[in-house]
């Protein structure tokens, strides 16, 4: 595995990296499949967060043992200082480790200074060996670049695929002005890119970017890995596909983030049933037209329009529009292929 120096931490990581949320949907013993299968591969850079259920735990059963020979980072939702070392203390237990080497703050809608109550408990905890870089997340460009110029976050991560617009793709100039480490989120767009070999080398030809790839399965790992062993070269022909993706997905389009689901009193589904009209055209339509895919969607009438998705939208997109148009383009696909 080649790997890079992740901005001033100095931290030499894989540059195929595992984006750990996905395994939350699997087994202990597939889970411990996929993570040792990823560490014998040479995989060393570990993305999980306290808010990812079960993951935390599956990585330190799977990986404790060779604990010194890989990097973890990990994230706190926390927003008062109590909060931070009550998380960091349960993260460092279901790790089975003493110390993390990237702590996060997972996607705050602040920012954060250096008097601020999370930043000191950072440094604390930091001075008390618990942690080794202070880090920060988001899905805001502009309170991104702000983070990464305040020179307090030795990392940002931040959602960048083949379908990020140039604007969210020139951090990476900043980070590597400021000596930030750049890891990349979402680099498969939460599912709607299906074929990752554009996305790996439109990543690796800037340098400075760690894509952390979510898997949870084992044709999945061996994907990346086969693409690490020959890494693809961005020549004219990836270059067109990308611009052929961005026209057709170009625009407000639901990266599946899931910060406006838990707000919903409707409880719809919106990270899927807002990306319905993608999905039946970029991936196997049998997927989505099951029973119980149906019985998710119909679930879209009973939006209330209260705006509360679209408050929570890191995106600034108009969901409840985007909902509607997706039911109705559904309804329509199951006319046309006679689906009852």
């Given at each position: 595995m080649e790997k890079m120096r992740l901005g001033r931490t100095g931290l030499m990581v894989t540059r195929t990296s595992f984006g750990v949320l996905?395994?939350?949907?699997?087994?202990?013993a597939t889970a411990e499949a996929l993570l040792r299968k990823a560490y014998d591969a040479g995989i060393n850079f570990y993305d999980t967060a306290r808010a990812y259920t079960d993951s935390e735990e599956k990585i330190g059963r799977?990986?404790?043992?060779?604990?010194?020979?890989?990097?973890?980072?990990s994230k706190t939702q926390a927003k008062t200082a109590a909060k931070l070392e009550e998380d960091l203390e349960t993260s460092l237990r279901y790790l089975q480790t003493d110390y993390i080497d990237i702590y996060q703050f997972h996607n705050p809608q602040f920012i954060i200074d250096e008097g601020h109550e999370l930043y000191q408990a950072a440094l604390k905890a930091q001075k008390a060996g618990k942690i080794r870089y202070i880090s920060v997340t988001n899905?805001?460009?502009?309170?991104?670049?702000?983070?990464?110029?305040?020179?307090?976050?030795?990392?940002?991560?931040?959602?960048?695929?083949a379908l990020s617009s140039d604007d969210d793709l020139s951090l990476a100039e900043l980070c590597r002005q400021h000596d930030v480490g750049l890891i990349a989120?979402?680099?498969?767009?939460?599912?709607?890119?299906?074929?990752?070999?554009?996305?790996?080398?439109?990543?690796?030809?800037?340098?400075?970017i760690v894509p952390i790839w979510g898997i949870q399965k084992m044709e999945e790992l061996e994907q990346f890995i086969a693409l690490e062993q020959k890494p693809p070269v961005l020549d004219d022909e990836l270059r067109s596909s990308i611009e052929?993706?961005?026209?057709?997905?170009?625009?407000?389009?639901c990266r599946a983030c899931g910060y406006c689901m838990p707000t919903c009193?409707?409880?719809?589904?919106?990270?899927?049933?807002?990306?319905?009209?993608?999905?039946?055209?970029r991936s196997n339509p049998a997927l989505f037209t099951t029973s119980e895919q149906r019985a998710m969607m119909e679930k879209v009438k009973d939006c209330?329009?209260?705006?509360?998705?679209?408050?929570?939208?890191?995106?600034?997109?108009?969901t409840p529009a985007l909902l509607r148009a997706d039911y109705e383009y559904y309804q329509n696909y199951l006319k046309e292929h006679n689906i009852v």
């Open positions: 996905p395994i939350q949907r699997v087994d202990f799977a990986l404790s043992a060779v604990r010194k020979s890989i990097i973890i980072a899905h805001g460009l502009a309170r991104a670049k702000e983070m990464v110029s305040s020179g307090l976050f030795d990392t940002m991560q931040f959602p960048l695929s989120m979402k680099a498969m767009a939460g599912g709607l890119i299906t074929d990752p070999t554009a996305t790996f080398a439109l990543l690796r030809s800037y340098g400075n052929k993706d961005r026209r057709e997905i170009s625009g407000s389009f009193p409707a409880r719809i589904n919106i990270a899927q049933a807002a990306r319905m009209k993608l999905m039946l055209n209330i329009d209260c705006g509360l998705c679209k408050t929570h939208c890191p995106y600034k997109l108009d």
